[in-house]
């Protein structure tokens, strides 16, 4: 079971919006500024997408947007686009005993 | 532009050791501000943090695998390696390194990753 929960899956139309969650406690999420999300397509390794909660990354579309209220952090994914569709992981830093801590995943379809 | 590239076998006997290392190119692995890491991903799983490692030594470890993980770094050949010792096929998966910024804690640069299978 991963610390962080997010929601399975996720869906949405082109052009449409999609907002997929990651709930933590104040230990992590809830605790520092420092959530990142990641996306991963099939067979790939992972790329970092956010980090510090709202930052993107030189060459991230800025479609991709990230916010966070109290424990639950959110990555906004605007304008969807077929390349949009793969799994969303978010990571937090949890202090210096359990240093980061992983979500389980959310798989982003694109309809 | 920096690139890590996991190297170790692909086929681990079950209570054995799994050993694995990733080179560091194209920038130091004894630049400060970064952490050096595992992430594993069972077959149709999600990521797992394994552990990190600072150049300078100080480690990191997933508490669930604490017992079981040791990663170490190499300054003069720019490697780091783990090794996650009593192997089962649980440990079955694809091992990412990858490189962690601590001013954000994002994981920046991933390698390609490795698959280890656990079978006798």
Redo the contacts between chains.
Sequence with gaps: Q?ALTQPPSASGSPGQSVTISCTGTSSDVGG?N?V?W?Q?HPGK????MI??VT?R?SGVPDRFSGSKSGNTASLTVSGLQAEDEA?Y?C???AG??????????TKLTVL | QLQLQESGPGLVKPSETLSLTCTVSGGSISSSSYYW?W?RQPPGK????IG?IYYSGST?Y??SLKSRVTISVDTSKNQFSLKLSSVTAADTAVY?CER??DY?????V????TTVTVSS
């Design positions: 991963s520092y420092y990142s990641y991963q390794a992972p790329k970092l980090y510090e930052k990354p799994d992981y990571t937090s830093y210096s005993n359990n240093f980061v801590v992983f979500g389980g995943g | 890491g992430i999600g990521l797992e943090w990190s990191y997933n508490p990412y962690l910024n954000h804690y994002g994981m920046d991933w390698g390609q990753g």
